[in-house]
């Protein structure tokens, strides 16, 4: 029942900034645990950011930390990760994806992928030197 929508992925010079947008459809992302992942040509999908199911906690991978932020909009029902100072390294498919199918606790932040059972379709971020 849920469908996960995204954008906001372009073409940025090192140093800009993007925002990117993950809408769902039939379920609200502030009753479920979320994450943004990412995955370069050749290279493992990693995890970005996630936020437990209350929004209370967050998780960020070391790359990223201080630069990007998750957050959510609940009236909405949209996801965001904003992303600051971007460098060539971040160039990848960003995808979003939401823990649905399996209950899950408040203030837990699930980092891996496979925790996850919804997923939006990516979008493309290229950082040019």
């Known amino acids: 029942q849920v469908q996960l929508i995204e954008s906001g992925g372009r073409l940025v010079q090192a140093g800009g900034s993007l925002r990117l947008s993950c809408a769902a459809s039939?379920?609200?992302?502030?009753?479920?645990?979320m994450a943004w992942f990412r995955q370069a040509p050749g290279k493992n999908r990693e995890t970005v950011a996630t936020l437990s199911r209350s929004g209370g906690t967050s998780y960020y991978a070391n790359s990223v930390k201080g630069r990007f932020t998750i957050s959510r909009d609940n009236a909405l029902n949209t996801m965001y990760l904003q992303t600051n100072s971007l460098r060539p390294e971040d160039t990848a498919v960003y995808y979003c994806a939401a823990r649905i199918g399996r209950s899950s606790l408040n203030e837990i932040n699930y980092l891996g992928k496979d925790d996850y059972d919804r997923w939006g379709q990516g979008t493309q971020v290229t950082v040019s030197s």
């Open positions: 039939g379920r609200t992302f502030g009753n479920y645990p």
